[in-house]
């Protein structure tokens, strides 16, 4: 990693970021690794602990996988903050660690399934874990650190990162959370070869002897409830310790639980952890966030719902429009990302145009910050169709280049192809897209344009 990056590094982590909340301290730490193919890179990540020289227990925070492969390059530790803070509070030691070819980690992606006929999850899983490992070794052997007691809470992908430590487990691995747990979702309640995943699940079962606990929403759209209780059925069968909870549906779209429910899945942390003797205090850390005045734009409702981006991470912006219509984003790798993000958002839910209310934890002030982005007008682009398409599916391309609003195309190799317009969000879009191609083919769908922009 050149001095230059390692530098950019530090100021996303240090200088980027929202003021921090009382009591905690967070720090970039990067993370020398050399894996055991003789490789080695230097994984990005953040340390929040609280106030002290400690020792602190471990924490690893461990990311899930994006199904667009070009999210990847985008995401930062900062995405996890207000999860890593609950844990902190709690007396831990976070470090939430960006695995090898994500965000501003070093190193090519190693956590490749193969085809979706013929996914590989075990060699993924381990692959994942291995990430995991190197991130250990590391800050176990930091002055703040108690080696002894290392927990591993992974989300999705991370998730099933974790369960994969679990069953070679480092020293000093005492406890695992997964939240939603998983990897080969590529539509709403469509995995590759699910039995697959089944089987590398049963697999781990069969060394892994440290408690578990596994979290999973009902109306998880990555893997939902009939599937997840088949993975744990597979790893308890197999000799694998693990607590099964069924939280109640969240949202739209109950994979985000750990992100969207943090007061509903705190006190089943808490229990277990206490089941597991490890609870490092008894009541945790009070912390003080920024009080920031909601807009006045926003209506009653809205208000309420603003607590959510104060305590969002760093690099983050709240628009807003004059009928009370707002978005936000948080957690990217430039102020201007999120600025940019927080506007698309606005205007997915607006006709009036959005302006920027809050740039991180300031009122926007400056002529930059008061940009303001109206609706677009409608314009027909020039957009070429998909090469996988037949004759007959081009000639219906036309119809997705005339639509309106936030839309996205998908297409498959053997020709398949779905797409959807008018959409809140272009995460609604690709989605939706996604889902209607996979009703006409086997084969694995890919999004290639989003709105009136190709992709590749």
């Given amino acids: 990693m050149t001095l230059r990056r390692l530098f950019t590094l530090f100021f996303l982590l240090l200088c980027c970021g929202p003021a921090l909340a009382e009591g905690l301290t967070q720090t970039a730490l990067p993370i020398p690794a050399r894996f055991p193919d003789g490789t080695s890179a230097t994984l ?17 925070l461990s990311h899930g996988t994006p199904r667009d492969a070009a999210e990847r390059a985008q995401m930062t530790p900062l995405r996890y903050l207000p999860e890593a803070r609950e844990f902190a509070r709690r007396g831990w030691a976070v470090v939430a660690v960006m695995r090898r070819g994500y965000g501003g980690s070093d190193g090519p992606y190693s956590e490749t399934t193969g085809s979706c006929n013929n996914p590989d999850y075990l060699r993924s ?4 874990a291995e990430d995991l490992r190197q991130a250990i070794r590391y800050v176990a052997a930091q002055p703040f650190a108690d080696a002894s007691r290392i927990l591993a809470v992974g989300v999705s992908a991370g998730g099933l990162a974790s369960i994969a430590l679990s069953a070679d487990p480092p020293p000093g691995l005492k406890a695992v ?36 606990l596994w979290i999973y929403a009902e109306n998880d759209l990555f893997f939902g409830p009939d599937l997840a209780r088949r993975l744990w059925g597979a790893f308890t069968q197999a000799g694998g310790r693990a607590e099964f909870i069924a939280a109640p549906p969240n949202g739209k779209d109950g994979h985000s639980f750990f992100s969207a429910a943090i007061p509903q899945w705190t006190p089943m942390v808490d229990g277990f952890l206490t089941k597991t003797g490890l609870a490092p205090r008894g ?27 104060v305590e ?15 978005g936000w984003k948080s957690g990217l790798r430039s102020l201007d990302e999120a600025q940019k993000g927080a506007l698309e958002n606005c205007m997915s ?6 302006r ?14 008061q940009a303001v982005v109206e609706p677009p007008r409608t314009t027909r682009v020039r957009l070429e169709p998909p090469p996988e398409l037949s004759a ?48 006409f083919t086997r084969h694995t769908c890919y999004v290639v344009i989003v709105d009136d922009r190709p992709l590749r």
């Avoid at 990540?45 to 602190?56: C, K, N, Q, S, V």
């Fill in 44 to 60: 990005e990540a953040m340390l929040l602990r609280p106030d002290g020289p400690g020792p602190y227990p471990i924490a690893i």
């Fill in 125 to 128: 899983a381990r692959q994942s």
């Fill in 177 to 212: 959370i997964s939240f939603a747990g998983g990897r080969g979702s590529i539509a709403d309640n469509q995995v590759c070869q699910e039995d697959r995943l089944i089987g590398a699940f049963g697999t781990m079962g069969r060394t892994s002897r440290v408690p578990t």
């Fill in 283 to 309: 009541t945790p850390i009070m912390v003080s966030l920024p009080a920031l005045p909601p807009p006045p734009e926003l209506s009653a409702a809205n208000r309420a719902k603003f607590p959510a981006y």
């Fill in 312 to 326: 969002a991470g760093g690099n983050k912006a709240f628009a807003v429009s004059p009928d009370g219509a707002f």
């Fill in 349 to 354: 839910h607006t006709q009036k145009g959005c």
């Fill in 356 to 369: 920027i209310a809050y740039l991180n934890d300031r009122p926007a002030g400056g002529a930059a910050d």
């Fill in 392 to 439: 007959a599916g081009r000639e219906k391309f036309d119809a997705y280049v005339s639509a309106a609003g936030r839309k996205a195309f998908a297409v498959s190799q053997d020709g398949a192809f779905g797409w959807k317009s008018g959409m809140p969000s272009e995460d609604a879009a690709r989605r939706a897209a996604l889902d209607n191609c996979a009703k």
